[in-house]
């Protein structure tokens, strides 16, 4: 096994970026994102690669999202006031179609990376949700307003304001995946795709991805650190975020009461 967090490989035409964290359920910190920011870049401009798929190692997790303790940090001070979180728009943005191979769980910033690709093929044991409200994580903009692109709003309010679980089984009836199959059929299945997208022009492909990116592109000018600055300029000096991550990593249920 390497022990890159990030393991990048092409093969017949494929680029497979995998989150190499399982101790973390793949969670993933600020430098692991600026590592799948820069290979997604090189994929997307490699005239040897047709298709990214995006996954992670094992058969636990796709990605849980950001590790808390980076999140969390040191002297207060939280991971994700300097993160510049630029993934999901450069999947957007991407010329190249890209695929999520989830193999476990998709949670929090897994689970909109997921939903940011093209397409989602999952394996029948995967879970699926959001987790920001209930560990103090703000993820807001675009990351979260696409959801009603995908969804709907009514689903996807329910998926980022209640931060249910959903199966892999539910998240196929909802619309934020294509297939789902046994593990033991996930790389077969993901390979299907991958061939069936090769033997199309890439041309046309790139326009027709491109134009669902203008259909997005209204939402797409704000994200986290715009909203936070909107709706809660101090919310990092308040003890709220630290308060859920603090409750996540002691296994208990998160106290918000003095932060309403």
Same mark, same amino acid.
């Given at each position: 096994?390497?022990?890159?967090?990030?393991?990048?490989?092409?093969? &017949?035409?494929?680029?497979?970026?995998?989150?190499?964290?399982?101790?973390?359920?793949?969670?993933?910190?600020?430098?692991?994102?600026?590592?799948?920011?820069?290979?997604?870049?090189?994929?997307?401009?490699?005239?040897?690669?047709?298709?990214?798929?995006?996954?992670?190692?094992?058969?636990?997790?796709?990605?849980?999202?950001?590790?808390?303790?980076?999140?969390?940090?040191?002297?207060?001070?939280?991971?994700?006031?300097?993160?510049?979180?630029?993934? $999901?728009?450069?999947?957007?943005?991407?010329?190249?179609?890209?695929?999520?191979?989830?193999?476990?769980?998709?949670?929090?910033?897994?689970?909109?990376?997921?939903?940011?690709?093209?397409?989602?093929?999952?394996?029948?044991?995967?879970?699926?949700?959001?987790?920001?409200?209930?560990?103090?994580?703000?993820?807001?903009?675009?990351?979260?307003?696409?959801?009603?692109?995908?969804?709907?709003?009514?689903?996807?309010?329910?998926?980022?304001?209640?931060?249910?679980?959903?199966?892999?089984?539910?998240?196929?009836?909802?619309?934020?995946?294509?297939?789902?199959?046994?593990?033991?059929?996930?790389?077969?299945?993901?390979?299907?795709?991958? &061939?069936?997208?090769?033997?199309?022009?890439?041309?046309?492909?790139?326009?027709?991805?491109?134009?669902?990116?203008?259909?997005?592109?209204?939402?797409?000018?704000?994200?986290? $650190?715009?909203?936070?600055?909107?709706?809660?300029? $101090?919310?990092?000096?308040?003890?709220?975020?630290?308060?859920?991550?603090?409750?996540?990593?002691?296994?208990?249920?998160? &106290?918000?009461?003095?932060?309403?």
């Amino acid at each position: 096994m390497s022990d890159k967090e990030v393991i990048y490989e092409v093969k &017949d035409f494929v680029a497979t970026i995998t989150i190499n964290r399982p101790k973390t359920l793949n969670a993933f910190t600020g430098d692991t994102i600026k590592e799948m920011e820069s290979l997604l870049a090189q994929a997307g401009s490699d005239p040897k690669v047709g298709v990214i798929v995006l996954t992670g190692v094992g058969e636990r997790a796709f990605c849980v999202g950001g590790d808390v303790n980076w999140e969390k940090g040191e002297g207060g001070k939280s991971g994700l006031q300097d993160l510049e979180f630029n993934f $999901n728009r450069q999947i957007a943005e991407c010329p190249k179609p890209v695929i999520a191979r989830v193999n476990g769980y998709a949670i929090g910033a897994g689970h909109h990376i997921a939903y940011f690709c093209d397409f989602t093929i999952a394996a029948e044991h995967a879970i699926f949700g959001q987790n920001g409200p209930r560990v103090g994580s703000p993820a807001g903009g675009y990351i979260v307003s696409h959801a009603a692109n995908v969804l709907g709003h009514k689903r996807a309010r329910e998926l980022w304001m209640l931060c249910r679980r959903y199966t892999a089984q539910q998240a196929f009836d909802w619309g934020l995946a294509n297939s789902v199959v046994p593990m033991a059929k996930l790389d077969e299945e993901v390979r299907k795709y991958c &061939d069936e997208l090769l033997s199309l022009s890439p041309t046309c492909l790139k326009i027709v991805k491109r134009s669902f990116y203008h259909h997005m592109a209204p939402i797409m000018g704000r994200d986290m $650190n715009d909203l936070i600055q909107e709706v809660a300029p $101090n919310y990092f000096n308040t003890g709220e975020q630290q308060e859920g991550a603090s409750a996540f990593l002691e296994k208990r249920k998160p &106290d918000f009461s003095p932060f309403r």
